[in-house]
């Protein structure tokens, strides 16, 4: 569902160029749970970023759901973020003044939240443990429960892919292990599609796509080797 095609990505940053990501090709099947491993500086949240369309490669192709997000035009990708794509942030990113249930719902706040989708949103936050905190605001919670609200959120318009950044980093590691039981028991609900940049290697499971880069560039080739796919 997911195909990358020789992508590559260049910053110009004053005279020297770098090469961020440099002939990525990749497979991501639908309702995988797709990990982007690697060192820091190696180009996962710039690969990330490009399967949402939140920048465009400097070459190649990038076909989501039999559509090429490099072809499209700034206002189909706007369309494409808003309608296929759930983001799950290092720092969660909600809104401090909103409640928990008032921050999932904000994905609908520019056209109005109906009846249907507030019941989601509630549903959704009991789903991850929640649902006695719908009407806590952000500050009243632990930062995993900031997060869990975030995935919520993330999944409320039922995303095609989700693409989560670090989700873990700030949070010790038994919050990370709830966070990844959390996220696993989501996709194999909606049979959403994710893909996690981590550089935690322990919440791979033996069955997950793990994509190792190393340099711009996919470890053993086209979705890595096998060896770099054992935890
Ligand atoms: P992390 O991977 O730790 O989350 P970032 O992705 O923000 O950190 O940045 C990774 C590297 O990219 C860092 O070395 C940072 O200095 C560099 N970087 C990020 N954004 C820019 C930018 N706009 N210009 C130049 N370098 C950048
Ligand atoms: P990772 O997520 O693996 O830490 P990144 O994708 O953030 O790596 O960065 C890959 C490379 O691209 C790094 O050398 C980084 O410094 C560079 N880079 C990332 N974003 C920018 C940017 N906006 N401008 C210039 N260089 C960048």
């Known amino acids: 569902m997911i195909d990358v095609v020789n992508a590559w990505k260049s910053y110009k940053s004053g005279t020297r160029t770098v090469d961020a990501l440099r002939g990525i090709h990749c497979h991501i099947d639908r309702g995988r749970f797709a990990f982007i491993v690697g060192p820091s500086g190696s180009g996962k949240s710039t690969l990330l970023y490009m399967l949402g369309a939140v920048d465009r490669p400097t070459q190649g192709e990038i076909f989501v759901d039999g559509e090429n997000l490099v072809a499209m035009s700034e206002a ?19 809104i401090n003044n909103l409640t928990a249930v008032e921050n999932v719902l904000i994905p609908f706040l520019p056209r109005g939240v109906t009846a249907q989708q507030r019941a989601d949103a509630a549903e959704l936050l009991t789903r991850v443990g929640l649902g006695d905190r719908l009407d806590h605001r952000p500050y009243q919670l632990s930062g995993g429960e900031q997060q869990r609200v975030a995935i919520a959120r993330a999944l409320v318009k039922k995303p095609l892919v989700v693409l989560a950044d670090e989700p873990t980093g700030e949070l010790d590691s038994k919050t990370g292990d709830e966070i990844y039981k959390i996220l696993r028991s989501l996709q194999e609900a909606y049979h959403t599609t994710l893909v996690v940049v981590t550089h935690d290697r322990r ?29």
């Open 76 to 94: 189909a990708q706007n369309v494409y973020r808003r309608e296929k794509i759930g983001f799950i942030f290092q720092s969660f990113n909600l």
């Open 203 to 231: 919440f791979i499971n033996p069955h997950d796509l793990v994509l190792e880069i190393q340099d711009g560039q996919l470890v053993g080739g086209p979705n890595g080797s096998p060896a770099s796919s054992e935890v």
